[in-house]
C-alpha cells in the first residue's frame, strides 16, 4: 500500500525502518520545491537502486578517481571498453584486471550511501512511496548494487543521524562555500617531506588547494561528496593547517585565472577579493566588468548600479550616466536604471532623452501589469512633454485600467484641448465625447464641444462661400470672354 507525506512530520529514518520491517517492495520519491528529487528502489525493504533526478551525480569513474582507486588513464581505457561491449563499467575495470569485484561493490554500495545520508538532511522534504515495480526505465542508468548486495537499513540510519548531528558543527567551522583556502607554509613543508599523514580523501581536497578555488569548487573537482570534503576542510581549519587567502593572494589568483581563460573562477576570486577588502570600488568595477563579460548579467549589474551611486554621490552626473547606459546594454529591462537615467536627463533639461527613458519604464511597468508604477512614470514623462498625445493617451489607457474613470475622463478632456488649440476640432470633440461619456455629470464639456463644432460649421460655410463667389467669377469671365 502506498502512502506519502512529509519529513517535517515524519521522519526519512522512521520511513525506512517502516519500509525495512514490512519488508515492502516499491519506489521511494523525495522531492523538494525547487525541483530535487531522488528515486529509491526497496526491495524486501532494502535498497537496491537510487535515481538522482534531473541533478548531475558524481558518476563511478569520477569517483575512482578522487578517492584515487584508478587513474585516469584506466577510467579511459575502461570507458573506452564500455562503448565495445555495453557493460557496467565497474564490471569493465574488473575485466581490465584495474580493480576486483569486492572493490567495485564496495564503492558502489558507498555511492549510494553518500546520496541516501544527503536526503537525511532535506529538511523541507516531501515524500510518497508506490507498491510495486518501478516506471519503466526509471532506474535504467543509474546506480545499482546488484545480485546479493543490498543496504541494510538500520546501518543506513545510524549513519544518517550521525551525520545530521555532525553536520551542524562543520558548518560552524567551514561557515562559507564561498570562501577560498590556502595551505600554510607549515603544511606544505610537511607534504614536501613527506612527513603529512593523510588518507585518500584529504590528499585529495589538499591537492586542490591552491588560493584560486573556493569550498564549492573543491567539492566539483575533487570528484568527492560534499560531506567528505566539508570534513576534511574542517579537520584542516583546526590544525591550522589551511588559512583564508589573504589580500594579496586574492589579487594573484584572480590575474593568473584571466591569463589561464578561467573567467568564472575569477569572477568568484574578485567577489572574495572585494568582501575581505572593504567596498573597493576599482575591485568592485573590475569585478563588475569581469561578471558581465562572464555572462553573469544579474550579478554584474548589482556591481554597476553601485559605482554608479558612489558617482551620483560625488556630483560625477557623466559618470552615473555612462554606468547606467552600460547597465541598459547588457540588461534593457532593468527598469531602476531607466528611472535614475530618465531623472538625470530631466534634470539636466534633455527633455527628449528623457522621455525615451521613462516610455521604456512605462511599458516595462505595463508589461509587468504595475499601473500603479506606470502611471508615474507616465506623468514624469508628461512633465517633460505635455503636449505628446501618445503619452497622454497611454494615461487613459493606465486610468481604464485601474477603473479610474474620472481620471481617463480628465485626461481625454485635456487631450481635447490640446487639439482644439492647434485646429484639430474632430479629434478635439471626439475627446469631449468620450469624457462624456466616461463621466455623465462633466456638463461644462457640452460647451466646450459645441464651441468646437460651431467653429467646424463656419468654417464649412466659409468654404461653401468661397466656393461659390469662386464658381461665379469663372462664369463671369466666360460671359465677357465670350462678349
Known amino acids: 500500500m502506498g502512502f506519502q507525506g512529509s519529513v517535517e ?35 524486501s525493504g532494502q535498497v537496491r537502486f537510487l535515481s538522482h533526478g534531473s541533478q548531475k551525480p558524481l558518476l563511478l569513474g569520477e569517483i575512482l578517481i578522487g578517492r584515487g582507486v584508478a587513474t ?60 510495486g515495480p518501478p516506471p519503466p526505465d526509471l532506474f535504467g542508468d543509474q546506480p545499482s548494487i546488484g545480485g546479493a548486495l543490498k543496504l541494510p537499513i538500520s546501518s543506513l540510519i545510524m549513519e544518517a543521524a550521525r551525520r545530521v548531528d555532525e553536520w551542524d558543527q562543520l558548518r560552524q567551522q567551514v ?15 610537511a607534504i614536501s617531506s613527506g612527513q603529512l599523514e593523510t588518507d585518500a580523501v584529504e590528499k585529495r581536497v589538499l591537492s586542490l588547494i591552491d588560493g584560486t578555488r573556493d569550498v564549492e569548487d573543491l567539492i566539483a ?46 569572477c568568484k576570486a574578485l ?24 555572462g553573469q548579467t544579474e550579478k554584474a549589474v548589482i556591481h554597476f548600479s553601485v559605482l554608479a551611486d558612489v558617482e551620483t554621490k560625488k556630483n560625477n552626473v557623466d559618470g552615473a550616466v555612462n554606468l547606467y547606459r552600460k547597465i541598459l546594454q547588457i540588461l534593457p529591462q532593468h527598469l531602476p536604471s531607466r528611472d535614475r537615467l530618465g531623472s538625470i536627463y530631466a534634470q539636466r533639461g534633455q527633455k527628449r532623452e528623457a522621455v525615451i527613458q ?38 487613459i489607457q493606465i486610468s481604464l485600467a485601474e477603473n479610474d474613470r474620472a481620471s481617463a475622463a480628465r485626461e481625454h478632456e485635456i487631450l481635447g484641448d490640446q487639439l482644439a488649440r492647434v485646429g484639430q476640432t474632430k479629434g478635439a470633440a471626439d475627446n469631449y465625447r468620450k469624457a462624456m461619456q466616461l463621466m455623465p455629470s462633466l456638463s461644462h464639456l457640452k460647451k466646450k464641444m459645441a464651441s468646437v463644432m460651431l467653429t467646424q460649421e463656419d468654417r464649412r460655410a466659409r468654404a461653401k462661400r468661397t466656393l461659390l463667389l469662386g464658381a461665379a467669377g469663372v462664369a463671369l469671365a466666360a460671359l465677357l470672354g465670350a462678349a
Open 221 to 266: 573537482d575533487s570528484f568527492l561528496f560534499r560531506f567528505e570534503v566539508l570534513n576534511a576542510m574542517a579537520g584542516f581549519i583546526r590544525g591550522s593547517m589551511v588559512t583564508p587567502a589573504s589580500v594579496e593572494v586574492l589579487r594573484a589568483s584572480a590575474e593568473r585565472l584571466s591569463q589561464a581563460g578561467n573567467p568564472s573562477r575569477r
Open 358 to 395: 521613462y516610455g521604456e519604464l512605462l511599458h516595462g511597468f505595463l508589461n509587468n501589469k504595475q499601473y500603479g508604477d506606470a502611471r508615474k512614470a507616465c506623468l514624469r514623462a508628461l512633465e517633460c512633454e505635455p503636449q505628446n498625445a501618445e503619452l497622454r493617451q497611454e494615461l
Open 271 to 294: 567577489e572574495r577579493l572585494l568582501a575581505i577588502g572593504g567596498d573597493n570600488n576599482e575591485v568592485r568595477r573590475t569585478l563588475a566588468e569581469a561578471l558581465a563579460a562572464d
Open 9 to 43: 512530520s515524519f521522519s526519512l529514518a522512521d520511513v525506512f525502518q517502516n519500509l525495512a520491517m514490512n519488508q515492502q517492495t516499491g519506489t521511494l520519491r523525495i522531492f523538494m520545491s525547487d525541483g530535487a528529487q531522488r528515486h529509491i528502489l526497496f526491495e
Open 175 to 189: 561557515p562559507s562555500f564561498k570562501e577560498i583556502y590556502v595551505v600554510s607554509p607549515d603544511a606544505q613543508k
Open 72 to 131: 585516469q588513464e584506466q577510467v579511459a581505457q575502461a570507458l573506452a571498453k564500455q562503448q565495445e561491449v555495453r557493460k557496467p563499467l565497474g564490471a569493465c575495470m574488473v575485466e581490465l584486471g584495474f580493480l576486483t569485484q569486492a572493490q567495485v561493490d564496495e564503492l558502489v554500495r558507498h555511492q549510494i550511501g553518500e546520496e541516501i545520508y544527503d536526503l537525511f538532511g532535506w529538511e523541507k522534504a516531501q515524500f510518497e512511496f508506490l507498491d
